[in-house]
């Protein structure tokens, strides 16, 4: 059974730092892309970062380039998201899901197949 458990998220100032981490339960992370999200209220899910299935190649949307850095343990069947340089236009609920065998840039909420439940991440001063 597939199961992806979040969490890191919390209050931060701007310009500060989180890591998230993405627990994966279930399935060898190895064969499968992970994709980090965000929803803010009332907006639309958007792609955040996403890893690909076997050689791990990594895609930021535009707006984290440079900020946010995702990354894959396979031993410990992790998944994680670096957060720096925090705006609070970042502020949102950030969820993993994944995909067997996905590949390439992956940001749109319906190329997943499972999520996890979500962590708020808060930008505030």
């Known amino acids: 059974q597939v199961q992806l458990v979040e969490s890191g998220g919390g209050l931060v100032q701007p310009g500060g730092s989180l890591r998230l981490s993405c627990a994966a339960s279930?399935?060898?992370?190895?064969?499968?892309?992970i994709g980090w999200f965000r929803q803010a209220p009332g907006k639309e899910r958007e792609g955040v970062s996403c890893?690909?299935?076997?050689?791990?190649?990594?895609y930021y949307a535009d707006s984290v380039k440079g900020r946010f850095t995702i990354s894959r343990d396979n031993a410990k069947n992790m998944v994680y998201l670096q957060m720096n340089s925090l705006k609070p236009e970042d502020t949102a609920v950030y969820y993993c899901?994944?995909?067997?065998?996905?590949?390439?840039?992956?940001?749109?909420?319906?190329?997943?197949?499972?999520w996890g439940q979500g962590t708020q991440v808060t930008v505030s001063s």
């Open positions: 890893i690909s299935s076997g050689d791990g190649s990594r």
């Open positions: 899901a994944t995909v067997r065998g996905g590949w390439g840039r992956l940001l749109h909420y319906r190329s997943y197949d499972y």
């Open positions: 279930g399935f060898t992370l190895d064969y499968y892309a």
